[in-house]
Every structure is written in structure tokens, then in C-alpha cells.
């Protein structure tokens, strides 16, 4: 051994070098990046041991028979596919169709610009379940097989064209599907949902798993199937949702045409950042037909205008979704049709995004129109799923309310909102009362997250009181009630002494490095709106919580007194993550994931190198 560490200056030894192997390949992604480099380093070797052992002959003749197998099983499998029976549609007024549109938008102030291309919607009637010829799908329970397993596989899959209540209103799965997520949503509107026994939904739907859907538009009928109400579901690229429901006004003027739709029109504040060009300022004003028009019965042919006003009424753009014929239903079209209607419009769908960033950059570079940053979601818009860190340090987050409230030792109830999960319904705590005495009022406090983004900047605050009161001025949470802010981490600080030698461990590394790299994230402010909560009250001068030591915050003394080891190591990484992409990744977790990728990269090429001399006995 001591040879060998002489032969190399004494840089490395063979202990050494798999020391490193077994600190870098920890994954499948480093793993795989090992072998890609590894191979990319030793090809020549690699090309004369495949020409001393492998029958090229021999190995060509199965990799063409294998081809023409896998390629004809395939025909099989699409042709299966495709002539499989319609799922019953009794007691449904309309059928799925696919709708080919176009769709244009005319932008009027700072700056003109327009544009047009084409657009793919597919439409199903809201309750039904199942597939047509395998074209279009609406919660289709069809399972779902791995890739690998799909390839060599003649079972039917999922329909090319996907519409899945998972995608819908509330985040999440609803056993009865669209209906269900339906009838929730009108439930939070105050609405019966037996006042619309009909509804029909327009979207873009998945189509190879892929999925870009600026709006949805819901319809909705009554008893007599006449169109009573709308549901606008906008999503925006940043991965929030806002839905608005209309109940729009016919308009007055009369078409001489009876089979002709007439208008409906409605107009309501903006409350969602869609566009980076535009702020929440202003209105919308909607302008649509009823594509079914009369009773449900008609066509299929879409007609709807979206204008936004800016604060002074004036129209600032105008959008525009139309169909360029009627809708298709796929229970009609043969297997030739359906291949050419698939051949024509595969791409329609997954250039949508493209389309959007190339417009973007137009309006930025060629235009010169100001980017307009986006602000936090507001409470009634379903803000983007979380991360990975925000997830955990939420869980951690919600368990440390949950202690704090158990130990305050008199009547208080806490009301807890979460935001970027499935599940966003509340959760009230209450601490125990006491049993000799009538229980007072309780106080009462309302902490309601509307944005995932509070938990990464909650972990850069020396005290839990202060990231909450400063994040309500950010607005990345609400607080509302009588309880004092500094009510719930004393009573923490009190339940959770500071960990010693002998109650527990001491604080890890990583946690003096945490404390070492932590500083206040700077207030969230909107040059183009106005505050929705008055700036926060000065913090207390304290660096952080009462009880607190070795630069540990309140919530992190609660996690090493009360967390299992690997909940400690995972927040400990996630956080370090979370303040290290501040001052190398401009706060960008995914600009940092690819610098550690590109650093994983260069120490990997450089120990496959120190092997290759080391095998080499260079």
C-alpha cells in the first residue's frame, strides 16, 4: 500500500479512492453517471474486448429480428387499441368530442403585438367514466403500466387523449371523479350543485402523459339544458390554479338565427397572475357562446372571448378560442380516420408551452415590454405544489404547533391552513383546559399559508415569532386572532429544554453551519400593487428564540428534542440547500441541483481517471 501511495505522490490509495466511490455514487443518477464516464474514458478498451468476444454477425441478426418483432407487435397493440368498444354513454345529452381550434391574442398597450396558431381541446361530459375507441379518456380506471412494461405489452393502455379529474379544481384525487371535484367546488362557491344537473368540460387534455393547459372552461346547464353558469379554471406557468365561477347574462341583442347561440357575457376583477407581462391589476370581461346550443344539441362549435381591462377600463388585450369545425366525436371515426386525425395533430398539444416562451421572449427582446415579477398567489387561488424542502420542514412545521399548543397551559386555540399539498384542509388545535376551573375564551390565533414559498423563507428566520410576523407582511401567510405571536414558541422553548450531554445530543455540524449561513430573506413587495396587511411591527432585537442556543432557532431545538435522527439529517440537507442556493444559485434550488450535478460530473471524471492509471499500474 505504501508503495502505491508513492507511486502517486502520496495522493491517493486504493481505501481512499473507494471511500470516494461509496460517498458519490449514492444513487441511480450518479451511479449511471459513473458508468457513462467510465466508458467515455476507456472506449478503446471497451471496443477490443467487443471485437475479440462478440459475433457481430450473430449479434446483428438478433438485433434485426428483435426490431421487426417489437415493431410489429406494436402495430398490433395500436390497432388493438383503437378498435376497442365506446364506454356506454346512457343518460348523457352530449358524447366526448375533440374539438380542432385556433386560438389568437391581440395585445393593445404598452406595446402592439398579435399572434395566432392552432389549438387542440377535447370535451367530455362531467360523470361520465370511461374511453371512446381509444382516442379520448375521462377518469378512465384503465391501470397504468411502468414504461418498460407498456413497451412489450399487447394490453390496452390509457386513451391517446386523456381528460383526469386529478388535473381539476382542488388538487388531489376525488373518487367520483370530475363530478366530485365539481360539486366540491360549487359547494365553496354557496351553490347547490343540483342546480346544474348538466356539465360539460372543454379542455386540453393529456396526450402521451404530457400535459400544458392554460384554461379549462366548464359548462353548466339546468333541468331544461339551457346554459345557466361558467367555470373559468386558468392556470398559470408558475404551476397555480384560479377558478372563477360566472353566471353570465345573455345578451340583448337577438340573431334572427333560432339555431344560432346567442351570447353570454360576464365581467369580474382579476385576481391571478397569468401573464409576466401583466399585473393582478384590472378586469376581465368574458364574451362565449353555448357550443351545444339548442338544448344541448348543437355542434360542438366554440366561440370564446376573453378581454383584459386595465385599471382605467381600457382594453389592454383580447383573447380569442374558436373552432376551426365541429366538434369530432371519435365514437364515429374509423381506424384510418383516427390515424390521420393523430398524424395531423400530435404536436399541437406539446408545442403549446414552446409556444408561449417564444412569444414571451418576443414581446421581451423585440418589443421591449417590462417584465412584471409575480406576486404571492392571494387565499382563493391554489398556489404551486411544494418542494421537496418545503414538504418536510411543513410536516415539521405543523407538528411544532401542535406541541406548542399542548404545552401554553391556559385556553388557546390555533386554526392552521397549509398550502402546496394535496390535502389544504385546516387543522384546529386546542390546548387543554383545565378541569377544576370554567374554561375562559380561548384565544384564538389563524395562521393560513398561500404559498409553499413561506416554508423556505421560514427557515431563514433566528426566530419563529419573527418569520411569522414578517412573512404576513410578505404575504406569503395570513395571521388573524388574540393570541400573541410570542405565545406559542415560549411555550415550546418551556416543553423543549435546550438539548445538553445529557438529555441529548448536541447540535450536529450542519447545524452550526445552518446557523453561520442563516440571514433574513428581504420583505416580498409588488411595485404594481398595493399591500394587502400593513408592514410587520419591528422584530425584537433578539438573533433568536428564548431558550434557544448555539445560534438554534426555537423550531430547530423542537426538532432535535423531538424528531427521529433521519428527520434531524433531512432537515439539516434541506435547509443547507435552501441557504447555500442564496449565495450560489441566486436562491434557485434547481440552478443549484445543477451546479452539485456538474461538480458530482468533474470529481467523477477525475477518479475514473485516477483509477484508469491505477488499474494501469502507471
Known sequence: ???????????????????????????????????????????????????????????????????????????????????????????????????????????????????EYSYLLAGVPVGWKGSVGGMLSADDPVMIL??????????????????????????????????????????????????????????????????SNPVSLWYLYSATKELSALILEVNNTFGERHSYFLKPSRSSSKSTDETKSPRFTDQWPKDFYVSVFNSRAGSYSLSANDPFYPSMTGPGLIDATITLSSSTSSPKLIARLFSTSPGIPPSTMTLLQKTHFLAANWWIGLATFPRTVAQALTILTAKKLPWVFRPEPRKDTIARDGTASELLIERLFRRYLRHAVENVGEGTMVTYTPAGLVDLRSETMRSPSPQLSAPAAPQALEIRVLTPLFYSRFARYPSVAEALRSESGSATVTLSGSAPLDLLPAAAAAASPVPTAKAARPPPWKYALISYLRRRPEQIMCAYEKPLVPAPMPSPPAATDAGTCSGLTGFENFILNHATAAEEAEYANHVLKILSSEYVAFGWLEILGLEFFLLRAVVLWWLVGRFLIWGRGG
Open 146 to 211: 411502468p414504461w418498460h412494461r407498456r413497451l412489450f405489452s399487447l394490453k390496452q393502455g390509457a386513451a391517446w387523449h386523456v381528460v383526469s379529474g386529478d388535473d381539476y379544481l382542488a388538487r388531489g384525487h376525488h373518487a367520483n371523479g370530475l363530478k366530485g371535484k365539481l360539486q366540491d367546488f360549487l359547494q365553496t362557491q354557496g351553490v347547490d350543485h343540483k342546480e346544474y344537473p348538466y356539465a360539460y368540460l372543454v379542455t386540453a387534455p393529456r396526450f402521451l402523459g404530457y400535459y
Open 1 to 115: 500500500m505504501s508503495t502505491l501511495s508513492s507511486q502517486h505522490g502520496g495522493i491517493l490509495s486504493p481505501v481512499v479512492l473507494m471511500e470516494l466511490i461509496s460517498w458519490l455514487v449514492i444513487d441511480q443518477t450518479n451511479l449511471l453517471l459513473f458508468f457513462l464516464i467510465s466508458f467515455t474514458r476507456n472506449k478503446e478498451s471497451l471496443q477490443e474486448v467487443a471485437a475479440t468476444y462478440v459475433n457481430k454477425e450473430l449479434l446483428s441478426a438478433l438485433l434485426t429480428t428483435g426490431a421487426v418483432v417489437f415493431t410489429l407487435s406494436q402495430i398490433l397493440r395500436y390497432v388493438k387499441a383503437l378498435k376497442e368498444p365506446t364506454t356506454s354513454l346512457d343518460g348523457f345529452s352530449t358524447e366526448p368530442m375533440l374539438f380542432p381550434c385556433r386560438t389568437s391574442h391581440r395585445r393593445f398597450f404598452p406595446t402592439k403585438h398579435s399572434f
